[in-house]
């Protein structure tokens, strides 16, 4: 039986924007869903842990997923840009994103 392709994450929020974080999550721009989903990214989910601001990502991948090329375009750069004011980021104002192995499946 095939297993799901699966990647987990983890970024960091800064204090005090959680309420916008979430907020800019709610209201998602529709091209930037299309883009991950034509991707390949099947679910993906980020939890919050609210007594350190971790963001714990987890996705589902498709079998022919092609999320490395998602951080050359254009559309995924000004999303960076707009979260960059409110989570640790990298000099390109990508996310700071710590690889997480698995572990255990069931």
């Known amino acids: 039986m095939d297993q799901d392709l699966v990647k987990a994450f983890r970024m960091q929020l800064k204090p ?36 350190t601001l971790a963001l714990f990502a987890f996705q589902k991948l498709a079998g022919n997923e ?21 989570m640790d980021v990298n000099a390109d104002n990508s996310p700071v994103a710590l690889q997480c192995p698995e572990v255990f499946r069931l």
């Open 16 to 51: 005090g924007f959680e309420a916008e974080y979430k907020k800019r999550h709610d209201e998602i721009w529709p091209e930037l869903s299309q883009l991950l989903i034509d991707a390949g990214i099947k679910e993906y989910y980020i939890f919050l842990d609210e007594k």
């Open 66 to 86: 092609q999320t490395a090329s998602l951080a050359g375009l254009p559309i995924m750069k000004k999303w960076w840009d707009h979260m960059a004011d409110i």
